[in-house]
C-alpha cells in the first residue's frame, strides 16, 4: 500500500462486555437514592437555599435551620454546602457533622463535636496535640461551646452541622442548644450552626426558637422543581455517554413528584436496562422496566401500608382508585392537596365523572389508624388540606397504579396537566 493513500480507520471500536460492565458500575455510582450526594458537582438545584446559607455563614453571629419533608434533600446539601461555599467567601471554611439519635444529649451532640477539634495541652509537663473532648471528663455545658468556639482562629469557620435533628427526644437539649446559639451570637463567636431535620415549621424543631429568631436563618427545603429534577439526570448521563429520549425523561422527573431519590432510582434502573440491551439511549421501555422492578423490590413496610390502606373485602370497593388519585393530585410545595384536587384525577382513573361526596369518606378513612395513617390532614372541616404522611408513598402509589395495569393513558396524562380544572362538583 502507498504511503499517501494510507486512511487510518477512525469508526467507533464496539464496546466489549467488560466495557459494558463498567458502564453498568459507573451508572450505580452516580446514582445514590439510598446515600446523600457528597460530590459537589452533582448536587443539583436549590440555588435559593445555598444562598442563603451562604449568608448565613459569612455573617458572624448567624446561624442556620434547614428544614422540611423527608426525603426532599437536606442531607445532601448540608453534606455538600462546604464544598459550594469555598468559592464563594474568602475564610476557610470546615465542616464537623453529626447526626443526632434519640438517646443523645446536648452534651453527648457537642463532644463528638470536640473530638473533631484539635487543640495543645500540656500532659505530664508535655505539650500535645489532643482533641477538645479529651479536656472535659464532665457534661458539657453552652458556656463550655462557646468558650471553646471563641478560641477557634478568626480566618478558619467551624460550620456544625447537625443533621436528623428531629431524632433528638430530649426537650431539655434542645432548649440548651437554642441558648447555646444566642449565646454564640451574643459573644461574637466565630462559628457557624446548621440545625437539619425534618419538620413543618422550626417552632417544631427546636425549643425557645423565638428567643434567638433574630439570629437564625429558617430554610425551607421544598420539594425539588421540575427544572432541579431534570439537572439530577443532567448531571450525570453526559458522564456516561448516554442520552434520555424525551418520553423516558418525561416519565422519570414526573414521577418522582419533587423527591430526588425516586430521579436516582428511576434514572439508575432505566439506564442499566438500556445497558443491559447493550444501548447507550434510555427508552421508555426501560423507563417501565425500572418501574416494574422499584415496585417489586420495594421495602416491606411500604408494600405493607400500602395494602393496609388499600384493602376491602368489598369487589367494588375505590380504595385503590381514590388512594391512587390522590398521588395524582396537584399538591403544593409541602406535598399537600384538597379534596377538590382529587376529582379530576379520580374521573380519568374511573373513565367517569364523580364528586367530592363520592370519594370523601375514603380520603378521611385514610387518615384513620384503621387504614394505617397513610395520609395526614390538617386544618378545619371543610377545608382540610391532605399529604401522604410519607413522602415516598406517592410516587411508590403511582407507580404501582401503572405496573398494575390501573392507569390509563389519559390518567397518566393529568400528571403533564401545568394547572388541574377546578372542577365544579355538579355532576
Not at 428544614?67 to 434533600?73: L, S, Y
Not at 473533631?116 to 464532665?138: F, H, K, M
Request: aromatic share 6%.
Amino acid at each position: 500500500m502507498e504511503l499517501g493513500n494510507f486512511r487510518a480507520d477512525r469508526r467507533p471500536q464496539p464496546r466489549t462486555d467488560e466495557d459494558w460492565f463498567a458502564l453498568d458500575f459507573e451508572v450505580q455510582e452516580l446514582f445514590t437514592p439510598a446515600a446523600p450526594i457528597n460530590e459537589a458537582d452533582l448536587f443539583a438545584g436549590r440555588i435559593e437555599q445555598i444562598r442563603r446559607l451562604i449568608e448565613a455563614v459569612s455573617e458572624r453571629g448567624r446561624h442556620a435551620i434547614l428544614f422540611g419533608e423527608r426525603g426532599v434533600g437536606k442531607t445532601s446539601l448540608a453534606n455538600t454546602f462546604h464544598m459550594i461555599i469555598k468559592r464563594a467567601v474568602n475564610r476557610q471554611v470546615y465542616p464537623i457533622r453529626k447526626p443526632a439519635g434519640p438517646t443523645d444529649t446536648f452534651s453527648s451532640l457537642w463532644r463528638r463535636v470536640f473530638a473533631d477539634i484539635q487543640t495543645q495541652a500540656v500532659v505530664e509537663g508535655t505539650a500535645t496535640t489532643v482533641s477538645v473532648s479529651e479536656l472535659y471528663n464532665r457534661d458539657i455545658t453552652p458556656d463550655d461551646v462557646v468558650r471553646e468556639m471563641q478560641s477557634i482562629s478568626l480566618n478558619s469557620v467551624p460550620l456544625i452541622i447537625f443533621d436528623e435533628f428531629d431524632k433528638l427526644a430530649e426537650p431539655d437539649s434542645k432548649r440548651l442548644m437554642s441558648h447555646t446559639i444566642k449565646e454564640l451570637s451574643d459573644n461574637g463567636a466565630n462559628a457557624t450552626i446548621l440545625i437539619v431535620g425534618v419538620a413543618e415549621d422550626v417552632d417544631r424543631l427546636i425549643e425557645g426558637h423565638a428567643s434567638v429568631e433574630r439570629n437564625i436563618t429558617e430554610i425551607k427545603m421544598p420539594r425539588m422543581s421540575t427544572e432541579e429534577l431534570n439537572q439530577i439526570l443532567d448531571k450525570r448521563l453526559p458522564r456516561l455517554g448516554m442520552r434520555l429520549k424525551p418520553d423516558a425523561r418525561w416519565k422519570i422527573v414526573t414521577l418522582s413528584r419533587g423527591l430526588p431519590t425516586y430521579v436516582h432510582s428511576l434514572g439508575r434502573d432505566s439506564a442499566r436496562n438500556a445497558i443491559a440491551a447493550r444501548r447507550l439511549t434510555v427508552n421508555e421501555e426501560d423507563v417501565d422496566n425500572a418501574i416494574r422492578e422499584l415496585v417489586r423490590t420495594s421495602d416491606q413496610s411500604t408494600t405493607n401500608a400500602f395494602h393496609k390502606a388499600t384493602h376491602s373485602n368489598k369487589k367494588n370497593a375505590l380504595y385503590r382508585h381514590v388512594l391512587t388519585a390522590a398521588a395524582l393530585a396537584k399538591t403544593d410545595d409541602e406535598g399537600r392537596f384538597v379534596a377538590v384536587d382529587v376529582v379530576e384525577p379520580l374521573s380519568r382513573v374511573l373513565g367517569r365523572r364523580v364528586a367530592i361526596a363520592n370519594f370523601h369518606a375514603h380520603l378521611n378513612g385514610f387518615c384513620d389508624l384503621e387504614r394505617g395513617g397513610i395520609l395526614e390532614k390538617k386544618g378545619t372541616t371543610q377545608a382540610f388540606r391532605y399529604r401522604f404522611r410519607e413522602p415516598k408513598m406517592q410516587p411508590f402509589v403511582i407507580m404501582r397504579g401503572i405496573a398494575d395495569g390501573m392507569l390509563s393513558p389519559d390518567a397518566m396524562a393529568i400528571l403533564s396537566a401545568p394547572e388541574q380544572p377546578r372542577l365544579s362538583n355538579d355532576f
